[in-house]
């Protein structure tokens, strides 16, 4: 059973820090990874999909790692900037059905003006 | 071009009604999904459409819950009977492929 841990649960840091939200997964058997941020009121958007042979994605100031051997993501946010202020969410696809993300519980994230 | 619209963004029912859920998915998707966040929990799967069949059912409740993709319309997610257990965040994602999903604002189902 995949299980999906995310470190830290929260985290506050004032505005122009480089940031690293890390995610682990029990189960490497992985069809792909997500990466998404929930706004209160504002549902769900996808930020960065690695394929499970790919290392890395980046847009803009965001990059993700994947490591699917050793089971681990990670999120980098460069120049973090208040607007980046949500709940990160990690959640990698099964092999067999890529649609059964398992979330994980997220980050909450708070950039300070 | 409009994201994925879901409504209606709260929907407040006494319990033993029937709830009506509406995704409508981007423009050219034919993979809708629907999952379900309850309070304090993360995000679960609950059933995976496309235009007209359902894919995978797996995890939709047996009792109570419907789903359904319509060659025209919105995707429709039924809830019969409501009790308390089912006030959550109902999210609707879409995809083109079935891989990147673009996720809806969900809509916020409170049982009274």
């Known amino acids: 059973k995949q299980e999906v841990t995310q470190i830290p649960a929260a985290l506050s840091v004032p505005e122009g820090e480089n940031l690293v939200l890390n995610c682990s997964f029990t189960d490497s058997a992985i069809y792909n990874l997500q990466w998404f941020r929930q706004d209160p009121g504002k549902g769900l958007t996808s930020l960065l999909l690695?394929?499970?042979s790919q290392r890395e994605q980046t847009s803009g100031r965001l990059n993700a790692s994947l490591d699917k051997s050793s089971g681990r993501s990670t999120l980098y946010i460069a120049a973090s900037q208040p607007g980046d202020s949500a709940t990160y969410l990690c959640a990698p696809g099964t092999t067999n059905s890529n649609y059964q993300l398992i979330w994980g519980a997220g980050t909450k994230l708070i950039i300070k003006p | 071009n409009a994201g994925v619209m879901q409504n209606p963004r709260h929907l407040v029912r006494r319990r033993g009604q029937e709830a009506r859920l509406r995704c409508s998915p981007m423009?050219?998707?034919?993979?809708v999904y629907w999952y379900r966040q309850l309070p304090e929990e993360g995000l679960k799967f609950m059933v995976y459409l496309q235009k007209e069949n359902i894919i995978d059912e797996s995890g939709m409740p047996k009792e109570r819950f419907s789903a359904e993709f319509p060659k025209e319309g919105p995707s429709i997610l039924r809830i019969q009977q409501v009790v308390r257990g089912d006030s959550a965040a109902y999210f609707c994602?879409?995809?083109?492929?079935?891989?990147?999903?673009?996720f809806g604002s969900g809509t916020q189902l409170s049982v009274l």
């Open positions: 994602a879409s995809s083109l492929t079935g891989a990147k999903m673009f």
């Open positions: 690695i394929q499970s």
């Open positions: 423009k050219g998707h034919s993979h």
